[in-house]
């Protein structure tokens, strides 16, 4: 009867059995004939980012939703193959897809701990998932992830297979592949790692955001020391190595990538440009532009910026503590409240956020974001000191622990309390000679304000526009030593389109007749505004398109000559580049070429140049005679601070807007123009004395030093139709023994005077009513 029961149990059990692996191969045949192709494989495209280069080819910008830096598997490192493989399936070279021991150890696992601990996805299974399938936990994914294993590795190679693994993984912080895992954790190449950081990154595709160094350290680390048993186990490394590599700490460097140099601003222009022309592929489709940004320039220019711009804010005192924080929000846990308070706080360069601890004599602590306790201590506190009193006023904020500062390093490596300014700059610089982009800096901070100032920034030019107006006089017959009176002048509201209106000089000084050249030197507004009368406003306003300008926004009125219109930087670096190059208008440009995943080109720039297609606006002459005028500017004028570069190449003209709104200076060498401008996006004063030459020339010096650090002096040759002369400076009158020597167009020299040097000044003043 027992026999009969084993005999009747073992048949049924057969039957079942045979039915199920008919049933399984059925499913199978089913599942295999629906199993997707594996040309997404074998043809990988993955997406890869829009990035950015410098014209040397150093990365400056990258936009995309997954970061990620395809490697060939020759590239990887060994130790993060081990790792690896360490980690999830160190099996692979040895399985055809599916490790059946590996099965059985995990359910064997999973049977003892009475819960799903471990699974048993082989490396090919994983790939076969994040290509094809979901993450939902069915046995049919279970099955077809395996049957797509098999799939693959009857296709591919082991090697081919690992480095689809190794690009196409998420591994946390939009880092798809270990390549960018390695910039974005630690801020190096996947060639740099060492064998702890292997470990760490290794062990994070069992889950990413558990694991993650930046968000759970503590749960990295011991998912790190894990990885490090396992290639102990495996003999990849011995126990000595183990307990060093135990005790060694892992520096994490929280960067989206590895940026040569700051250029947010030129980088955004070029993801507009980029996605106005591709839509949505601009961010997958692996596209490289190469700019005309310089790194020298660059930095040269980011340096000049802020540093002046800081040094103006101190100029106006500290406005005390940014916020206050509850220390007390997380209990004892105050570690918990600083991080949580710094991760929503954006940093600026090397100005740096924290939050006062405790408050002595002469001492402040602060907690900085990673953990640092820094000291502040004597000058370090002085910009602050009048938010240290030990008496407090009511209703005036201090420093006290928990308050939110900014804080920054001196040259000296010593900690001092600072503020974000509240103004903003810019400067932009270009080659005249083809209009392409050397640097551009639209703002103090991108990530505070991502208004571009440079392109975007409509602010009146004061006197840094004149030069276009002395420019429309020399055509229209007017010399450099044409004798102009200086003197007062008082116009109704229907002549400057708005008010009664009686202009003043900077200076608040008339100083009477003086030639064109001293008036521009000197920047008098009394005679720009008499040049514009003699000249016609509407000339003018029509004359001032040949620089770029848009006429509509330079009406015509009287006050266009003091630069009562609205321009851009750019439009102003695209003017004085006409002066530079000697008349040619030329475009400015920050796209040199565009090259696809594989790189080749797609579109390569041809600008046109003052030698080659651009088209002159201005006549030769008149460019080097208005280059000789701005020359004096620097060597005698408004910008005299600028004699300190030691160059006699540089020409160029300081401007201040009404109540010192607007701060600029516009200046060249013969092959570099650049523009720097400083305000405030809510236009008011600067503050008084707070002038072009003062704000914003400093920051155009600090950026033409290093630019032309290295470059000879230029030679600006006078052009045929040039001649210069001697003349008596205070007749303008053509004088073989006159005290100066000027420049005039040939069939404009000024009669040859009778009168003596001594009595010039005399006859002059005698004149003075007949005079422009």
Not at 725 to 741: K, L, V, Y
Request: aromatic share 10%.
């Amino acid at each position: 009867m027992l026999a009969r029961w084993l005999y009747y149990f073992f048949v049924t059990f057969s039957a079942l059995g045979l039915i199920g692996v008919l049933l399984a191969g059925f499913a199978a045949l089913v599942i295999h004939s629906n199993l997707p192709s594996l040309e997404t494989l074998t043809d990988y495209r993955p997406k890869i980012p829009l990035r950015i280069y410098s014209d040397e080819g150093l990365l400056i910008g990258e936009f995309g939703a997954e970061r990620r830096n395809v490697v060939n598997i020759s590239e990887v490192p060994a130790q993060l193959k081990q790792s690896i493989l360490a980690a999830e399936d160190d099996r692979f070279y040895e399985h055809g897809g599916v490790d059946y021991l590996g099965v059985l150890r995990a359910a064997y696992s999973n049977f003892s701990a009475g819960s799903a601990r471990q699974g048993a996805s082989t490396i090919t299974m994983q790939v076969a998932r994040n290509f094809f399938l979901t993450r939902e936990k069915t046995l049919t994914r279970k099955f077809s992830e395996a049957l797509l294993a098999f799939k693959i590795e009857s296709n591919l190679s082991k090697d081919n297979i690992l480095e689809l693994y190794v690009n196409q993984i998420y591994l946390g912080q939009r880092s798809y592949g270990f390549a960018a895992a390695a910039q974005t954790y630690f801020g190096k190449s996947l060639q740099e790692i060492n064998i702890a950081e292997a470990a760490m990154l290794a062990g994070l595709p069992k889950a990413p955001s558990s694991y993650n160094p930046i968000s759970n350290p503590k749960r990295a680390k011991s998912r790190q020391l894990y990885v490090l048993g396992r290639l102990h186990k495996l003999n990849y490394i011995s126990s000595e190595e183990l307990r060093e590599l135990e005790k060694q700490p892992i520096l994490v460097k929280k960067q989206s990538t590895a940026l040569a140099m700051p250029a947010d601003y030129v980088a955004e222009m070029v993801r507009q440009v980029i996605y106005d022309r591709y839509q949505e592929e601009t961010y997958s489709k692996g596209i490289k532009v190469y700019t005309t940004i310089r790194q020298l320039d660059q930095m040269a220019a980011y340096q000049a910026l802020r540093k002046n711009i800081v040094e103006y804010d101190k100029r106006r005192g500290y406005r005390g503590p940014e916020a206050q924080i509850n220390l007390l929000k997380h209990g004892s846990n105050q570690e918990k409240t600083l991080d949580d308070a710094l991760e929503e706080i954006n940093e600026s360069g090397d100005i740096y956020a924290a939050i006062v601890l405790s408050v002595k004599h002469n001492l402040v602590q602060a907690y900085r974001k990673g953990g640092e306790i820094i000291e502040i201590t004597g000058e370090g506190l002085k910009f602050a000191q009048k938010f240290l009193a030990d008496k407090k006023e009511a209703g005036k904020k201090y420093i006290t622990p928990g308050t939110l500062i900014r804080i920054q390093k001196d040259q000296k490596s010593s900690w001092h309390i600072a503020q974000l300014p509240e103004i903003e700059a810019a400067l932009v610089s270009l080659d005249p000679n083809d209009g392409a982009i050397r640097a551009l800096i639209g703002g103090f901070d991108f990530h505070k304000n991502q208004f571009n100032h440079v392109t975007q920034a409509w602010r009146q030019p004061g006197s840094s526009f004149k030069p276009f107006i002395y420019s429309a006089a020399l055509e229209k017959g007017f010399t450099t030593a044409t004798i102009i009176n200086d003197a007062p002048l008082s116009f109704s509201a229907a002549q400057t389109g708005s008010q009664l209106w009686e202009p003043k000089n900077f200076d608040g000084k008339f100083e009477g007749p003086m030639r064109l050249r001293t008036a521009l030197v000197k920047s008098k507004n009394l005679v720009s505004i008499r040049i514009l009368q003699a000249i016609g406003i509407r000339y003018a306003q029509d004359y001032i398109t040949r620089f770029g300008f848009d006429a509509n926004r330079h009406p015509p009125y009287l006050p266009l000559a003091l630069g009562s219109g609205s321009v851009t930087p750019m439009q102003m670096a695209t003017g004085y580049a006409i002066f530079a190059n000697g008349g040619f208008r030329v475009t400015p440009y920050f796209i040199k070429r565009i090259e696809d995943e594989k790189g080749s080109t797609i579109e390569q720039f041809h600008p046109v140049t003052a030698l080659n297609g651009a088209k002159r606006v201005i006549d030769p002459r008149n460019a080097y005679i208005m280059t000789s005028m701005m020359k004096d500017v620097i060597n005698h004028g408004t910008a005299i601070k600028a004699k300190q570069l030691g160059r006699n190449d540089l020409a160029g003209k300081t401007g201040t807007t009404s109540n010192f709104i607007d701060a600029w200076f516009c200046g060249f060498q013969k092959d570099l123009v650049t523009i720097a401008w400083a305000g405030y996006d809510e236009p008011r004063s600067l503050g008084n004395n707070e002038t072009g030459g003062r704000v914003a020339l400093p920051i155009w010096m600090d950026y033409m030093g290093p630019a032309l650090k290295d470059i000879p002096m230029a030679e600006y040759k006078i052009p045929n139709g040039v001649l210069a002369t001697r003349i008596n400076s205070a007749t303008g009158f053509r004088d073989p023994a006159g005290d100066i020597t000027e420049y005039f167009y040939n069939e404009q020299l000024p009669p040859v005077t009778e009168i003596s040097v001594d009595d010039a000044p005399k006859v002059t003043r005698d004149l003075k009513d007949q005079l422009f």
